[in-house]
């Protein structure tokens, strides 16, 4: 391939990212249908969303292969104002969302993303591989007994199969065989068509039908802001898991931005907003894909398959797409994260950072609260752990004129709060010298535990230096002693 040419002008990279991208189209399209339900709109809403979010999100994101849809988390948050004050709020909200995601983006909120743990990222990752397989189980309970082998045979078939060849998705062939056997066979069994009618048209732009005033704007912020929120959330985790799962890197500003743009046109088009969709992702991910086709594909040959082949699409049996789902919720969980030997080595608090996450993702089925309350878990266990790593130790000079104590360590909020303990102000010699060569001042807080400290001294007449302070640690010190109490 000539430099400079895309990937995905290649035959064989061209042919992987568009069975991929039809796989993906597939799979969307009954998860599209219930998101629709969840929010208490008409399948279409749900349906144009994905085509739209996925067309242009496969221009303007930043991370390839990364498949953006109608997802639940989103639906949940719009469905309360969907319900009680109609589509046409619904719809304001999605626009006003994306253009609340493209300032976050420029204002830098992908750089956050550092402050996610890594046993953070394992709970995200093993949540959600087991929300994945249980919104799986209610596609399995009162059916007919003939969906349980079809169902078992198409998870054969997907992991024989690759064996043999990988130039056809295992999926697609496993969703086709299923689709032929049912309707050759003559099975009574729960199909995409009973999910909820495929639209027969492609979606018109229009404004939203609510009056353009303050009140309007002030009863559609609050959801708003938690739909661009939580959809930032998702997206931002789901495009670092890409990164580790392809070892490459992709830009989180640009993701954080083009979120914002691809639910301003959804919004415009009738859609009800989206984010990444991880299930899918993963999907397109582990069936080879790695550029932008793939999405571009999915987007358009999900409203392809609704408005072209409406019919035969309404027909593939829900146990082949079931089967698709378990797969891939098995292919995401980290298996190695809980076997015996990588939790006898991994240290309490990480695999309890790990467990919360799992617990508070799988109890809300929000993946955006258990990232959130995962992280301030791993804050709390850190700021403990790093809070006993000060230490002060007293040398008195042979005369016993002078004392100097050698701090030691990372002085913050945690960690200075005993400092003032440490010293013994009643029997030290009039001299002390508070030696900081091995510790960093961090915030406020320990420098106002330092001026207690000289407070307690000079309240019995002794005198204190302070020497050793690095340049910002004297900066600091230099610019707030004296200033934090109101006694001055």
Same mark, same amino acid.
């Given at each position: 391939?000539?430099?400079?040419?895309?990937?995905?002008? !290649?035959?064989?990279?061209?042919?992987?990212?568009?069975?991929?991208?039809?796989?993906?189209?597939?799979?969307?399209?009954?998860?599209?249908?219930?998101?629709?339900?969840?929010?208490?709109?008409?399948?279409?809403?749900?349906?144009?969303?994905?085509?739209?979010?996925?067309?242009?999100?496969?221009?303007?994101?930043?991370?390839?292969? $990364?498949?953006?849809?109608?997802?639940?988390?989103?639906?949940?948050?719009?469905?309360?104002?969907?319900?009680?004050?109609?589509?046409?709020?619904?719809?304001?909200?999605?626009?006003?969302?994306?253009?609340?995601?493209?300032?976050?983006?420029?204002?830098?909120?992908? @750089?956050?993303?550092?402050?996610?743990?890594?046993?953070?990222?394992?709970?995200?990752?093993?949540?959600?591989?087991?929300?994945?397989?249980?919104?799986?189980?209610?596609?399995?309970?009162?059916? %007919?007994?003939?969906?349980?082998?079809?169902?078992?045979?198409?998870?054969?078939?997907?992991?024989?199969?690759?064996?043999?060849? +990988?130039?056809?998705?295992?999926?697609?062939?496993?969703?086709? =065989?299923?689709?032929?056997?049912?309707?050759?066979?003559?099975?009574?069994?729960?199909?995409?068509?009973?999910?909820?009618?495929?639209?027969?048209?492609?979606?018109?732009?229009?404004?939203?039908?609510?009056?353009?005033?303050?009140?309007?704007?002030?009863?559609?912020? %609050?959801? =708003?802001?938690?739909?661009?929120?939580?959809?930032? $959330?998702? *997206?931002?985790?789901?495009? @670092?898991?890409?990164?580790?799962?392809?070892?490459?890197?992709?830009?989180?500003?640009?993701?954080?931005?083009?979120?914002?743009?691809?639910?301003?046109?959804?919004?415009?088009?009738?859609?009800?907003?989206? &984010?990444?969709?991880?299930?899918?992702?993963?999907?397109?991910?582990?069936?080879?894909?790695?550029?932008?086709? #793939?999405?571009?594909?999915?987007?358009?040959?999900?409203?392809?398959? &609704?408005? /072209?082949?409406?019919?035969?699409? !309404?027909?593939?049996?829900?146990?082949?797409?079931?089967?698709?789902?378990?797969?891939?919720?098995?292919?995401?969980?980290?298996?190695?994260?809980?076997? %015996?030997?990588?939790?006898?080595?991994?240290?309490?608090?990480?695999?309890?950072?790990?467990?919360?996450?799992?617990?508070?993702?799988?109890?809300?089925?929000?993946?955006?609260?258990?990232?959130?309350?995962?992280?301030?878990? =791993?804050?709390?266990?850190?700021?403990?752990?790093?809070?006993?790593? =000060?230490?002060?130790?007293? &040398?008195?000079?042979?005369?016993?004129?002078?004392?100097?104590?050698?701090?030691?360590?990372?002085?913050?909020?945690? #960690?200075?709060?005993?400092? /003032?303990? +440490?010293?013994?102000?009643?029997?030290?010699?009039?001299?002390?010298?508070?030696?900081?060569?091995?510790?960093?001042?961090?915030?406020?807080?320990?420098?106002?535990?330092?001026?207690?400290?000289?407070? @307690?001294?000079?309240?019995?007449? @002794?005198? /204190? +230096?302070?020497?050793?302070?690095?340049?910002?640690?004297?900066?600091?010190?230099?610019?707030?002693?004296?200033?934090? *109490?109101? #006694?001055?």
């Amino acid at each position: 391939m000539r430099p400079g040419r895309p990937a995905w002008l !290649s035959p064989s990279v061209a042919r992987t990212e568009f069975l991929s991208g039809l796989v993906v189209a597939l799979a969307l399209i009954p998860e599209a249908i219930s998101f629709s339900i969840i929010a208490g709109v008409d399948p279409s809403v749900g349906l144009f969303a994905s085509f739209t979010m996925a067309v242009v999100i496969a221009f303007v994101g930043g991370r390839p292969a $990364m498949i953006s849809a109608a997802t639940g988390a989103i639906a949940l948050v719009v469905a309360p104002l969907s319900r009680e004050y109609g589509f046409g709020y619904l719809i304001a909200t999605v626009i006003l969302g994306g253009l609340i995601q493209i300032v976050l983006g420029a204002l830098g909120v992908a @750089k956050l993303m550092r402050f996610v743990p890594r046993s953070v990222m394992v709970g995200f990752v093993n949540a959600l591989a087991i929300l994945i397989f249980m919104a799986q189980v209610p596609e399995l309970i009162d059916v %007919p007994w003939v969906v349980y082998p079809l169902v078992g045979g198409a998870l054969v078939l997907m992991v024989l199969l690759p064996r043999l060849t +990988r130039v056809v998705p295992a999926p697609l062939i496993s969703i086709v =065989a299923l689709t032929a056997l049912t309707i050759g066979a003559h099975l009574a069994v729960p199909t995409v068509g009973d999910r909820g009618a495929l639209p027969a048209s492609l979606p018109v732009p229009g404004l939203p039908d609510v009056p353009f005033t303050w009140a309007t704007l002030t009863l559609i912020a %609050p959801y =708003a802001l938690g739909f661009a929120l939580v959809g930032l $959330m998702e *997206s931002l985790m789901t495009a @670092k898991l890409v990164d580790d799962i392809t070892d490459t890197r992709s830009s989180k500003t640009r993701e954080s931005i083009g979120q914002g743009v691809a639910n301003i046109v959804t919004g415009f088009f009738g859609g009800m907003g989206g &984010c990444a969709m991880i299930g899918q992702t993963m999907i397109n991910v582990r069936n080879g894909a790695r550029t932008r086709l #793939s999405t571009f594909t999915a987007g358009v040959m999900l409203m392809v398959l &609704c408005v /072209v082949f409406g019919p035969l699409v !309404s027909q593939i049996p829900m146990a082949a797409l079931v089967a698709v789902m378990i797969l891939v919720s098995f292919g995401t969980f980290d298996w190695h994260s809980i076997a %015996p030997a990588t939790l006898r080595r991994l240290p309490v608090g990480e695999t309890t950072v790990m467990l919360v996450t799992v617990a508070v993702v799988v109890a809300t089925s929000n993946l955006a609260i258990g990232v959130a309350i995962g992280s301030l878990t =791993a804050l709390i266990i850190f700021a403990r752990r790093v809070a006993h790593l =000060a230490d002060v130790t007293a &040398c008195l000079d042979p005369e016993g004129r002078q004392v100097v104590y050698a701090v030691t360590g990372e002085l913050f909020f945690a #960690s200075s709060n005993d400092l /003032v303990s +440490r010293f013994s102000y009643a029997t030290d010699p009039d001299d002390v010298v508070i030696d900081l060569t091995d510790a960093h001042i961090w915030d406020a807080s320990s420098v106002a535990a330092l001026d207690a400290v000289e407070a @307690k001294y000079a309240a019995r007449g @002794k005198s /204190v +230096r302070i020497v050793g302070l690095n340049q910002p640690s004297a900066r600091m010190h230099e610019t707030l002693s004296g200033e934090l *109490s109101g #006694s001055h």
